[in-house]
């Protein structure tokens, strides 16, 4: 993927400047319909983030890209390939960056939690939705999820691959013939360049169940 920085630059700026006056042009406690879903996932007890407007400011800034990349599904519930396309990887992450710096919901770290579905006397954590978009506010992490190596495989992809070899290590299977994938460039960069590892960019199909365990399983492993 090849990202054109001074265009980057040129959008944010752009958006920016547009936004500031929209959020105070556009009346208050006024619900908006949208032309994409890319917003759909972003849960509150009313109208979403009312005092800011922040939906349909997206929605008319970047209608184009939403339309193309958001018609049918939310981003919650969106792909990787989808994600990191040329035409949706900027607008994806300027627009999460806007949903997570207005709407407050979305700084929730804390997991919900659901009952499995094998068992209804287990129950396991899942991350927020709200989170989907403060997740992918981080230009650079997020440009890290997006990076391809060999075979055209996704860096988050890679890092979710770690997760069968964590879960295993953990009831005492030994892993170490399988130390070059779980100590791959992509895994070890995600633990220098993340903070917080409950912040790593996820969708519905992608979630670390552990991210902490994870991380600190990486850091074991391979530093």
């Known amino acids: 993927m090849q990202l054109n920085p001074f265009n980057l ?36 007890p009313d109208c979403l983030c009312k005092d800011k407007q922040v939906v349909p400011i997206l929605d008319k800034y970047f209608v184009d890209n939403f339309s193309q990349c958001y018609n049918s599904t939310s981003l919650y519930f969106s792909s990787m390939p989808n994600i990191c396309s040329d035409a949706c990887f900027a607008p994806t992450v300027i627009g999460s960056s806007y949903v997570q710096e ?56 890679r890092l979710f691959r770690v997760q069968s070899f964590y879960s295993s290590s953990q009831v005492g299977t030994d892993v170490s013939n399988h130390t070059d994938e779980i100590c791959h460039t992509c895994n070890k960069r995600f633990v220098q360049e993340l903070d917080d590892p409950k912040l790593v960019p996820m969708v519905y199909i992608h979630q670390l169940v552990d991210p902490v365990g994870i991380f600190n399983f990486i850091k074991k492993t391979c530093f």
């Open 9 to 44: 630059f040129l959008a944010l700026a752009s958006t920016s400047a547009v936004f500031a006056q929209d959020t105070t042009d556009l009346k208050q406690n006024q619900c908006h319909n949208t032309t994409s879903k890319f917003t759909d996932h972003v849960n509150g």
């Open 102 to 157: 207005y709407c407050p919901q979305t700084n929730n770290t804390v997991p919900e939690y659901q009952n499995s579905l094998s068992s209804s006397s287990i129950v396991s954590k899942i991350p927020t939705k709200n989170l989907v978009y403060r997740s992918w506010a981080n230009m650079n992490v997020s440009k890290l999820a997006c990076t391809r190596y060999e075979k055209e495989v996704y860096c988050l992809d």
